[in-house]
């Protein structure tokens, strides 16, 4: 958790400290979107699942069904919260850093939970590795080409 948060938070900086290299924002924010708080949420859940893989894989069930389903948790949760908490007051940074922390904390709860399931189809393998794959890709994708939608609309302009 401390992990992804730590490295979710620099990722919100490291495009612009990069000069704007654009292969720094293939996995960087590149602005103040919502989609791109999602991303520096994202990248580091991945990061620390890959990392995290080598040493729990064997020792629990259902690892990448639980990790796809704990990032995807983490998916739901910020933009709730965000697009839940701005219909009340103007947008806040202290609302979205904590909700940034909530959601990662929730998902790798949820992930957790997850992993200590009684092992479920090994068809849900392959489908949550593919589920991932497509999300990172649209991260980067829709980084570099957004579509004109609310949730890729950079906060600051």
Not at 132 to 147: D, N, Q
């Amino acid at each position: 958790m401390v992990f992804i948060i730590i490295l979710g938070t620099l990722l919100h900086f490291t495009f612009e400290w990069s000069g704007f290299q654009e292969i720094v924002g293939a996995f960087s924010a590149v602005n103040e979107s919502v989609w791109e708080h999602l991303k520096i949420a994202f990248m580091p859940s991945i990061l620390f699942a890959i990392l995290e893989y080598h040493y729990l894989n064997k020792k629990t069930n259902n690892y990448f069904f639980a990790k796809a389903v704990g990032i995807y948790t983490i998916m739901v949760i910020i933009p709730v919260i965000f697009y839940t908490y701005t219909i009340f007051i103007e947008h806040n940074l202290t609302v979205d850093v904590i909700s940034f922390m909530f959601a990662i904390i929730v998902g790798q709860f949820v992930s957790y939970k997850m992993l200590t399931f009684k092992q479920l189809s090994k068809n849900l393998r392959l489908i949550s590795i593919v589920s991932l794959i497509i999300l990172g890709l649209a991260f980067v994708v829709f980084t570099f080409y957004p579509p004109q939608l609310s949730l890729f609309q950079d906060l600051n302009t």
